[in-house]
């Protein structure tokens, strides 16, 4: 009967054992499987902020990123046409995917928006031929016609 009662208490034993570590197995995969859907972007701190709105309009706001990523920009409204509109200036600088600091700096008002960068693309200069037509064309006095041409 001892022997009955030890053998039993053995196997108890070994499937407890055996249980623990399918539980402890299913668990790794859970955990893998949480680990995998996460998103592949990391949390960035806000280290410095600044938020300013003023009664009259105008604004400011600035914040720096914990992985160095800077923007500022100073705005207001703007009547054009009788149309009010946001004037803003401001810049921003960051770090892209190939390890490069880029800037921007920009203007943004009733002639759209214009960034100055020295990663951006610039127009090729106006070929010297069209550049003095341009010029001569501008010393020209008005047509007796009005402006435009009568086909």
Do not use: W
């Not at 001892?2 to 196997?11: H, Q, R």
């Not at 995998?36 to 400011?60: C, M, S, T, W």
Request: glycine share 8%; with cysteine.
């Amino acid at each position: 009967m001892l022997k009955l009662v030890v053998l039993l208490a053995v196997c108890s034993v070994i499937a407890a054992q055996k249980q623990h570590q399918q539980s402890h197995q299913l668990q790794q995969s859970h955990q893998q499987q949480q680990q995998q859907a996460l998103p592949r972007y990391k949390e960035i701190p806000i280290v410095n902020l600044e938020n300013v709105l003023e009664v009259d309009g105008k604004f400011r706001y600035s914040y720096e990123g914990g992985d160095g990523t800077r923007a500022a920009q100073d705005g207001q409204q703007i009547v054009v046409n009788n149309q009010v509109g946001t004037a803003s200036q401001g810049q921003y600088t960051y770090q892209g995917d190939d390890g490069k600091t880029y800037s921007i700096s920009y203007i943004a008002d009733e002639n759209g928006y214009r960034p100055v960068g020295d990663h951006l693309p610039t127009p090729p200069p106006v070929p010297a031929p069209i550049a003095r037509a341009l010029a001569h064309l501008a010393t020209l006095p008005p047509s007796k016609d009005g402006p435009g041409r009568k086909f």
